[in-house]
């Protein structure tokens, strides 16, 4: 098993910065998919971000890149996710989630169905 633990949502104004942090513990392995997911209110769950733990692959959604950035400490088994420039759209509950599946190289699994396991979730409100 895998636990996953979000930290760092709040409210910020439109324009500003968050960093979101997803600290795994358990059963980690170093071929991991580290993703980030948002869920709007009455939407559906939506790819943000992902990180591949071996070799630091990256890929983002449309409506983030340029303005967000995953990164992970591999000492602190923690993935981050910075957001500049934060607009009311990004009003959220923001999800990290991890996939154990070995892909062929530089796939970045972006499906929420692929991940296997999950944060309880974060809330960010942007205010405009």
């Known amino acids: 098993q895998v636990q996953l633990v979000e930290s760092g949502g709040g409210l910020v104004e439109a324009g500003g910065s968050l960093t979101l942090s997803c600290a795994a513990s358990g059963r980690t392995f170093s071929r991991y998919f580290i993703g980030w997911f948002r869920q709007p209110p009455e939407k559906e769950r939506e790819f943000v971000a992902a990180?591949?733990?071996?070799?630091?692959?990256?890929d983002y959604g449309d409506s983030v890149k340029g303005r967000f950035t995953i990164s992970i400490d591999n000492a602190k088994n923690t993935v981050y996710l910075q957001m500049n420039s934060l607009k009311p759209e990004d009003t959220a509950v923001y999800y990290c989630?991890?996939?154990?599946?070995?892909?062929?190289?530089?796939?970045?699994?972006?499906?929420?169905?692929?991940?296997?396991?999950w944060g309880q979730g974060t809330q960010v409100t942007v205010s405009s």
């Open positions: 990180i591949a733990l071996s070799g630091g692959n990256t």
């Open positions: 989630a991890a996939d154990p599946t070995i892909y062929s190289i530089y796939y970045i699994p972006k499906r929420p169905g692929q991940y296997d396991y």
